[in-house]
């Protein structure tokens, strides 16, 4: 499906920084910042998924944020469909808004109990002025493409399963037709047997309404399932991203062979583990140099003075002193 | 073959909510050999939990009840000891690593202080050395200063160390039967490796561990047996090569090939159908028929028994 993609990205990133400052003191003086978006670039193209992995506290949710404004970034660019986000006033932001969606981890925080799924599904129709009367017509159309019973529309998030509201929140997210969606986690809550349910609707949606996904993950196994492309991020940074093909077969940045090695897949035989020593440090002082030297099991004495710069190939870039172009 | 270190026999626990009574943990036979490693594997709400805490009894009383069945560790059943000799048992013969390292600790206490506790009540030492033996276990579980990090609060320390404090305290009495409840479902897969690690050394001490998890890979990575619960009951038990090679509950083969892998084959997701039911309204007969692809007739009348396949593979399904 990688040739049928129009070659003008959708969605374009550069150099995007969101730091959040730290105050101290009753002056609120800032102190410092958490770098937790420090200079990313990416594109997603129409039609495709761009797979976002890394560990907790490594930027990815506030990166999918920030592309929706929830955060505000303090430098940097997002281009959707050709116009900087980051200009726009907030008549223009809403118009925008329509055409980016998001779903969180939690269903259950997410949906307002006290709304019932008619309402719920049916609210962004609603506030966008493109309904008027027939709610329970959408409704009903929308929750059958979610595959939910379509004469549940009377009841509350609370009397449906994990899964089954995380399906009413895909409804929810695709009923003003966005071109994007940006999940964040959507199945990390869910029990493995629904898990793959949900991703086969994920994917079933993206054909039938040629969406593109932003989908972020700590699981590199799920996402493996999903994306096209996969960015691995590290400390506020990504740190190799490319096709998903290349990555999970050919990973060549030593944090994405570790977070791959680390994970547990059945029928392997029992390989060799890459442990990786410490902690992730802390984003408000990340370590000089490269971010993961202080991890790195291939670590060499440039890693802690230089930043690596990025290498560059026709799909690929990778951010690490190893290769050279 | 190696003695069996615990035998769980036809437990039955069931729990009193305001909706009425069910029962968490329905008919459950199982053993752990000595320094063997058993998974126990199953979604949210099996019972797989409750299981555990039951060996311990730190089912919450009164809502919680054993209802039935034997607990046999070393000879001994554990459901029948008085409070005073369960207390001997807890923390010293069986201790337990729950999922969540920032709960299982108090946060108002100083790690050395509360490490050094169970040494003191089990061990009777005194507290110096007993504070030498801590510190010596933070090193063995590579926490880096282990000297300075036992004045350190929880708060303190990431969710990484804190799980590893939880291990150390675990083993510092060098347990029979360690229990680990999703030890590492709150942590990273990076740090998940480094727990694992950990967990792979205790065997050398001849420690047999029940490892708690939802996850299939963790299951294929660490253990030698795995038994399998849906819905409160044992569906299929056996050694890891029969589990994985020859799966012969249809449960059991749904899981096995719903899990996402790490390829990019774009060969689709294979889910079960359906949702796991609420345990107040356990469909008749078998408990998984409503989501089986193989359901039959039979199905809907009796609830099947387990039955020994060979070599200790055994399943609760009518098919075969």
Not at chain 1, 238 to 248: K, L, N, S, Y
Not at chain 2, 110 to 133: C, D, F, R, V, Y
Request: glycine letters at 6%; charged letters at 25%; proline letters at 6%.
């Amino acid at each position: 499906m990688d040739n049928q993609l129009i070659k003008q990205p959708i969605l374009e990133i550069r150099n995007l920084k969101t730091w959040f400052p730290i105050k101290r003191g009753i002056m609120a003086r800032t102190e410092g910042y958490v770098k937790a978006v420090d200079g990313i670039s990416m594109h997603l193209y129409k039609g495709e998924t761009l797979g976002l992995v890394g560990e907790s506290g490594c930027g990815k949710t506030t990166l999918g944020r920030t592309l929706l404004r929830l955060e505000e970034p303090q430098k940097g660019k997002i281009l959707f469909l050709g116009k900087n986000l980051l200009d726009l006033k907030r008549k223009k932001l809403k118009k925008m808004r329509k055409k980016i969606q998001m779903i969180f981890q939690d269903p259950l925080t997410s949906l307002n109990p006290r709304m019932n799924v008619l309402d719920i599904v049916t609210e962004g129709l609603v506030e966008y002025k493109i309904i008027k009367n027939n709610k329970e017509d959408h409704a009903k159309r929308l929750m059958k493409e979610v595959g939910l019973d379509e004469n549940s529309i009377y009841r509350y998030p609370h009397e449906f399963s994990g899964g089954q509201r995380q399906r009413i929140s895909i409804a929810r997210s695709i009923s003003l037709k966005p071109d994007l969606l940006v999940c964040d986690e959507p199945v990390s809550a869910l029990d493995v047997s629904v898990q793959a349910q949900i991703i086969n609707l994920l994917l079933d949606l993206r054909d039938s309404y040629n969406l593109s996904y932003i989908f972020i993950s700590h699981d590199i196994s799920i996402v493996s399932n999903i994306a096209n492309r996969i960015a691995v991020m590290y400390l506020g940074k990504i740190v190799e991203q490319g096709p998903a093909f290349d990555i999970i077969n050919n990973p060549m940045h030593p944090y994405t062979k570790a977070l791959i090695n680390a994970v547990p897949t059945p029928g392997i035989y029992k390989k060799k583990k890459i442990v990786l020593k410490g902690e992730t440090p802390s984003p408000s002082s990340p370590p000089p140099g490269c971010n993961f030297h202080t991890r790195c099991p291939e670590v060499m004495d440039i890693c802690g003075k230089i930043e690596p710069q990025e290498l560059k190939t026709e799909m690929r870039q990778v951010w690490c002193h190893l290769y050279k172009g | 073959m190696s003695k069996k270190l615990l035998e769980i026999d036809k437990l039955t626990v069931s729990f009193e909510t305001d909706e009425g009574v069910f029962k968490a943990v329905d008919d459950v036979s199982f053993h752990i050999k000595n320094n063997e490693i058993v998974g126990l594997i199953g979604e949210s709400g099996c019972g797989k939990s409750v299981t555990a805490l039951s060996i311990l009894r730190l089912i919450p009383s009164p809502a919680g009840r054993i209802e039935k069945g034997r607990i046999i560790f070393s000879s001994k059943d554990l459901l029948k000891l008085d409070i005073r000799e369960m207390k001997k048992i807890r923390g010293n013969a069986v201790s337990i690593i729950f999922q969540e390292p920032a709960a299982a600790l108090s946060p108002l206490h100083k790690i050395g202080q509360q490490m050094i506790e169970g040494l003191m009540l089990h061990k009777n030492i005194s507290k110096k050395t007993a504070w030498n033996i801590a510190e010596s276990w933070l090193k063995k579980v590579s926490i880096p200063d282990a000297g300075e990090r036992m004045f350190s609060y929880p708060y303190q320390l990431s969710g990484g160390m804190q799980q590893r404090v939880i291990i150390a305290m675990a083993l510092m009495l060098t347990p029979d039967l360690v229990i680990a409840d999703e030890p590492t479902t709150a942590l990273d897969v990076t740090t998940q490796a480094q727990v694992f690690e950990l967990i792979k050394e205790l065997r050398q001490s001849h420690t047999s561990i029940l490892l708690i998890t939802h996850d299939i890979g963790v299951i294929w990575e660490m253990c030698d047996r795995a038994v399998v619960m849906y819905a409160s009951r044992i569906v299929e038990e056996g050694n890891i090569n029969d589990i994985f090679s020859k799966p012969a509950h249809p449960y059991t083969k749904g899981l096995l090939k719903s899990v996402p892998k790490l390829s990019t084959d774009a060969e689709r997701l294979m889910p079960i159908h359906g949702y796991v039911p609420s345990p107040f309204n356990y469909p008749s007969g078998c408990y998984f028929r409503d989501r089986c692809p193989q359901a039959f007739d039979r199905c809907k009348k009796e609830k099947p028994q387990l039955v020994d396949l060979g070599n200790g593979h055994k399943t609760a399904c009518f098919l075969v």
